[in-house]
């Protein structure tokens, strides 16, 4: 069963502009992490934040981390086209546990 | 030459064949998984290995059995394939030293009919 859901599912936003995306999850996590797929293609890991980090920098990337909320954010800065992708938040529940990934959100840039 | 490298990329078969999907990585990592994604459903897991030796099952092995022919190569086989395997699978690769950054391959995207 799926961990994190993300929110929203889709996301249209115009190029230049900040895109964020949410993710919550039920039980806790060693870390949690981003991927990013485009479209019918492989995963690409983005970011990874530990438990005991509230927030990480990754370029663009923006990644935060509310464990007593258990949720997680992830902010694009600055968005391009070239971001418009299926994005994922997986969250490893132990230090020895398989990723278990969310039902991704939809991000559309338009130029 | 990629990281992961799945074959075959695409793939029809008809309902009640048996068919292999393989994986061979050159990341040099020790533990290696197979995963099958469905519009809306994100990634389930279907099979994961340590090493070698250690096979186990995900949250949807029913009607699939793995292979480790080496560190280097783990294989996923549809005994009887079904329409409803019908899927974009995966698979992905880890490292125990580093065990959180997962590697994934292109895909097999596999109809059965």
């Known amino acids: 069963s799926q961990q994190g859901e993300e929110d929203p599912q889709a996301l249209s936003i115009q190029e230049g502009e900040n895109a964020t995306m949410n993710c919550s999850y039920k039980t806790s996590i060693n870390n949690l992490q981003w991927y990013r797929q485009n479209s019918g293609r492989g995963l690409v890991h983005l970011i990874l934040i530990r438990s005991n980090e509230r927030e990480k920098h990754s370029g663009r990337l923006r990644v935060t981390l509310d464990t007593s909320k258990k949720s997680s954010s992830l902010l694009i800065t600055a968005s391009r086209a070239a971001d418009t992708a299926s994005y994922f938040c997986a969250t490893v529940p132990g230090a020895n546990s398989k990723l278990t990934f969310g039902k991704g959100i939809t991000l559309s840039v338009r130029p | 030459d990629a990281d992961v490298t799945q074959t075959p990329r695409n793939r029809i078969t008809k309902t009640g064949k048996r068919i292999m999907l393989e994986c061979s990585q050159t990341k040099g990592h020790d533990r290696m998984y197979w995963y099958r994604q469905d519009p809306g459903l994100g990634l389930r897991l279907i099979y994961y290995?340590?090493?070698?030796?250690?096979?186990n099952k995900g949250e949807i092995s029913d009607g699939y059995s793995v292979s480790r022919q080496a560190q280097a190569k783990f294989s996923l086989s549809l005994e009887s394939a079904i329409p409803n395997q019908t899927a974009l699978y995966f698979c992905a690769t880890s490292d125990f030293s580093r065990p959180y950054g997962y590697t994934f391959g292109s895909g097999t995207r596999l109809t059965v009919v």
């Open positions: 290995s340590f090493d070698v030796k250690d096979i």
